[in-house]
């Protein structure tokens, strides 16, 4: 059952068990009104302890009541009962207390934790504000300040540190529950010491109005962090009970804003893209405690310090002495940097460099359970790194490509041991970025599979499986993004109108920046290593005729920007004006005026217009799946949802479609034409959820 009351000599236990995180349900929420009756109506009972049982205290509110509407009585029914309350409430602490349920635990009167507990209220992350009391609660116990950074940050507390600032009010070793009981005896009989009835804390003068400011940059086109600066400005300038409904009404048109439905979409697809159709629950990944990587490059030294920051041995191969020290020097600056900001000790640099073996010989790869190859990106290269490791690798040792492009299948083909063959593709930075597409070949096994979910777990990255598709996911989808950005530039967009629409818009970066900061020279060679079938040459042009003039990017101080040498801050190019002005000649586009929002549509429909033909092929497997390779791979704002949820949600299905079909009448049809599964879900006036 969800709850029990039990009744130690003057002390009256709420047990609440609501496996797996004890979400607040309605059944929940009726149980905890039901002890606080049964507490209330026995005389002997003194005070009254709160506990979860499982691996964690109340981890928050059960969000798919969101969309349904919480049946009565809701959250904040059940904290004004335990405000009226007439004897002393603890709650004891394990776990996480997130959300609502550290709203639960503010509305006690005092708090017992474990010491590896954790507080916090995450609710911005989802969109919304602490809508059960926390903006009005924890700024009495912590002050404003920290408050504020709590939950606009979202992130969670330690629960020692939350001692320190006063929200909790005594850290315990053991059994939780026996403390817990003996500190509420020690306040049995006295009165209530009310969170609501704390005073306010004094602010400073302007101190809102320059946290509002400060915000505004943080958390650029974010609406909840401002709701929830208003809500704490109502704890400090408010009676209580008027300071709750305004967080209600701020709680509220959060919630009905499109920020909240995107970021609760992107809460439950990232939950689901462990979910692999056809995957056997009774797979088991193969064992994982030794790592090779080829190539201490940018990318394969990112790759080592992954592992290495997860506590997992690797092996790194370089062909070179000079090429593996450089690399292994890049790693121990990049860890020595991070030390320098606090955030590793000097023994956790060490720890972390010796875990790293460097190597010259293929040989010493034999012992490894898996093997990562980051080399140079063409297929003769790669041909020769997996011949290689055919003939020294364990059987049953799992052998991975990094590969951006190229077939899966192609590279399986090199050994002869196919079954054991798949890609992971990480982002760079490797050691930063958190999306891992691993891509499933055709004879990939089911093990393989699974065991590189469960290694992406352990390494703290986001694995999304994609299928064996020139491009996989992120990069083939990206190919119309950076299409239509390039010829819009030749049409008549600077790329400095360019990358400001899509900043706008929410895009960390710009294309063109973003091209300047890769180099220039990675897309000339690509394309020079194509078939010119595959793609618009026009597309191109300006690339070619910046690389073949010496700008290749930040590294030469020039590319699509000027850059003033030790600064990346791009500056409009008056040469590059001139090739733009060469390049549209050459190709014959005319040039016009072109808007913000002509721009960010059709850089934005191109890339989701090639992700319904992913889903159509079946190289995902959802449409969440690729909102999760953009949002973690290439910095597509969260609050939009992602590509897919953006189209169907702020443009909508008939109108993208519409809008591809105008673009294919004004452009043509070749890199144009309407996927034939979004013309299908149109017709039965279907969404992407029902795919």
Not at 347 to 357: H, I, N, P, S, Y
Not at 442 to 463: N, S, W
């Amino acid at each position: 059952m969800t709850g029990r009351f039990e009744v130690r000599g003057d002390v009256g236990v709420i047990h609440i068990d609501n496996p797996p995180v004890n979400a607040i349900s309605h059944a929940v929420r009726l149980a905890l009104i039901d002890g606080l009756a049964q507490a209330a109506a026995d005389p002997a009972v003194q005070v009254v302890v709160i506990a979860c049982a499982g691996r964690t205290f109340m981890a928050g509110a059960d969000i798919t009541e969101f969309a349904s509407g919480m049946k009565p009585p809701g959250l904040p029914e059940v904290l004004a009962a335990m405000d009226a309350f007439a004897k002393p409430i603890v709650a004891a602490l394990h776990g996480t207390a997130l959300g609502g349920g550290f709203e639960v635990a503010l509305s006690c009167d005092y708090r017992v934790a474990l010491a590896k507990a954790q507080v916090g209220l995450p609710e911005v992350k989802l969109g919304i504000l602490p809508g059960a009391g926390g903006t009005q609660r924890l700024p009495r116990l912590v002050g404003v300040e920290a408050a504020l950074q709590a939950m606009i940050s979202g992130d969670p507390i330690p629960a020692a540190q939350a001692h320190t600032l006063g929200a909790i009010d005594q850290l315990v070793e053991g059994d939780l529950l026996e403390a817990a009981v003996a500190f509420a005896r020690g306040k049995a009989g006295t009165a209530r010491r009310r969170v609501r009835d704390l005073p306010p804390p004094a602010v400073p003068d302007g101190f809102f109005a320059a946290a509002r400011l400060r915000v505004a940059k943080e958390k650029r086109n974010l609406f909840s962090p401002q709701r929830i600066i208003d809500a704490v400005e109502a704890a400090v300038t408010l009676p209580f009970d008027q300071g709750i409904a305004r967080e209600g009404a701020l709680f509220m048109d959060c919630l009905r804003h499109s920020q909240a439905k995107a970021l609760q979409h992107v809460f439950f697809a990232e939950r689901q893209v462990t979910r692999i159709p056809g995957l056997p629950a009774e797979v088991k990944p193969r064992p994982v405690t030794k790592v090779a990587v080829i190539g201490a490059g940018t990318m394969g030294g990112g790759i080592a310090m992954t592992f290495a920051n997860a506590g997992i041995p690797v092996t790194l191969l370089e062909m070179s002495q000079e090429a593996l020290d450089r690399g292994l020097g890049i790693i121990r600056r990049n860890y020595e940097a991070t030390a320098a900001k606090g955030r590793l000790t000097t023994a956790q640099v060490e720890a972390r460099m010796g875990l790293l073996t460097p190597t010259l010989s293929y040989d010493d790869l034999a012992g490894a359970d898996l093997i990562i190859e980051a080399v140079f990106e063409t297929l003769e290269v790669k041909k020769q790194v997996f011949q290689r490791l055919d003939r020294v690798a364990r059987p049953g040792a799992i052998l991975a490509s990094n590969t951006s492009y190229l077939s899966i299948d192609t590279i399986a083909g090199y050994t002869g041991r196919p079954q054991d063959v798949l890609g992971l593709h990480f982002f760079s930075p490797a050691n930063v970025m958190k999306l891992l597409e691993i891509v499933r070949g055709e004879r990939t096994a089911p093990d393989v599979l699974a065991t590189a979910l469960e290694v992406a777990k352990r390494i703290r990255k986001v694995g999304v499986v994609a299928g064996n598709a020139f491009g996989f996911i992120g990069n083939r989808m990206l190919e119309g993004y950076g299409r239509e950005a390039n010829i819009l530039a030749l049409e008549g967009a600077p790329p400095q109108q360019v990358d400001k629409a899509l900043v706008e818009f929410g895009m960390p970066m710009g294309l063109f920046q973003m091209m300047d900061l890769a180099g220039l020279d990675i897309g000339y060679k690509s394309r020079q290593d194509r078939d010119p079938e595959s793609f618009d040459p026009r597309s191109g042009r300006l690339g070619d005729l910046l690389v073949e003039a010496g700008r290749l990017g930040q590294k030469t101080s020039a590319g699509v920007y000027d850059y003033v040498p030790g600064d990346r801050t791009p500056k409009p190019s008056a040469v590059t004006a001139g090739l733009i002005a060469q390049a549209a000649a050459e190709v014959g586009l005319p040039q016009r005026t072109i808007g913000d929002q002509e721009i960010v549509e059709r850089c934005f429909l191109a890339l989701f217009n090639i992700g319904c033909e992913v889903l159509r092929e079946g190289m995902a497997y959802r449409a969440g799946d690729i909102d999760i390779v953009y949002l973690y791979g290439y910095g597509f704002p969260a609050y939009r949802g992602g590509p897919m949820f953006w189209a169907e949600h702020e443009i909508g299905l008939p109108a993208a479609l519409e809008k591809i079909r105008h673009y294919a009448q004004t452009y043509g049809a070749r890199w144009w034409t309407p996927s034939p599964l979004l013309e299908r879900l149109v017709a039965e006036g279907k969404g992407l959820k029902d795919l």
